[in-house]
């Protein structure tokens, strides 16, 4: 049982190169979410999904997609990376909301510098 | 729009010594969780609070959440150098469909 595990780890690009981030879990989890981290600025929340097939945008979506074709993944992509994505990117799922199974699990994070 | 504020940002304590960081919603919340993150590792989920004025312990940790569910605290008593990381409450507004909202987090680092 992996969790929440996340593909690259650590990723140079320039400025304009796109990239995809990969987050995937085994626990047959309903929601899954994107969010940066920033230092001082917390964990904001960047797209989310509620389930296969569905994205929603959260705090900082511009200048980011998603897709969730299968329940297991959640893929975050940079069509156009700019230095202010420079940043440590964090995938979490949990089971639902509005009970008290909200639980988020975090994947290790991938690292992510733009030049 | 709806914030989380947490305090402070920075914390250094001595070995033994209390420490308390404090969370604080622009909106009532219907729960509040606490995560720590380790330096250089990822969130892991402490625990969750629900109901108005609760008060949960987990051994030198006491986590408590306001009468009015807006704020939020956690202290740790008698801090050791294991307890060094940053904590970060987060909670989900009333009424929202369902998004928490992370406070900045508190960076606490512990003196042997």
């Known amino acids: 049982n992996a969790g929440v595990t996340q593909t690259p780890k650590f990723r140079v690009l320039k400025t304009g190169q796109s990239m995809t981030l990969l987050c995937a879990q085994d626990?047959?989890?309903?929601?899954m979410y994107w969010y940066r981290q920033d230092p001082g600025m917390g964990l904001r929340l960047i797209h989310y999904?509620?389930?296969?097939?569905?994205?929603a945008k959260g705090e900082v979506p511009d200048g980011y997609n998603v897709s969730r074709l299968k329940k297991q993944n959640f893929l975050l992509g940079l069509e156009s990376a700019a230095p202010s994505q420079t940043s440590v990117y964090f995938c979490?799922?949990?089971?639902?909301?509005?009970?008290?199974?909200?639980?988020?699990?975090f994947g290790p994070g991938t690292r992510l510098l733009v030049l | 729009g709806q914030q989380v504020m947490q305090i402070p940002q920075y914390q250094h304590v001595q070995e033994g010594e209390d420490f308390t960081t404090y969370c604080n919603s622009s909106?009532?919340?219907?729960?509040i969780q606490w995560y720590k993150q380790r330096p250089g590792g990822h969130p892991v989920f402490l625990i969750q609070?629900?109901?108005?004025?609760e008060v949960k312990k987990q051994k030198r940790l006491t986590f408590q959440f306001g009468e009015a569910k807006k704020n939020s605290s956690l202290h740790i008593t008698a801090t050791q150098t294991t307890d060094v990381g940053t904590y970060f409450c987060a909670g989900r507004p009333s009424g929202n469909t369902g998004k928490l909202i992370f406070g900045q987090g508190t960076t606490l680092q512990v003196k042997p």
């Open positions: 626990m047959n989890h309903e929601y």
């Open positions: 609070l629900v109901k108005s004025g």
């Open positions: 979490a799922s949990s089971y639902e909301w509005g009970l008290r199974r909200e639980t988020q699990y």
């Open positions: 909106t009532t919340l219907s729960n």
């Open positions: 999904s509620v389930g296969e097939g569905t994205t």
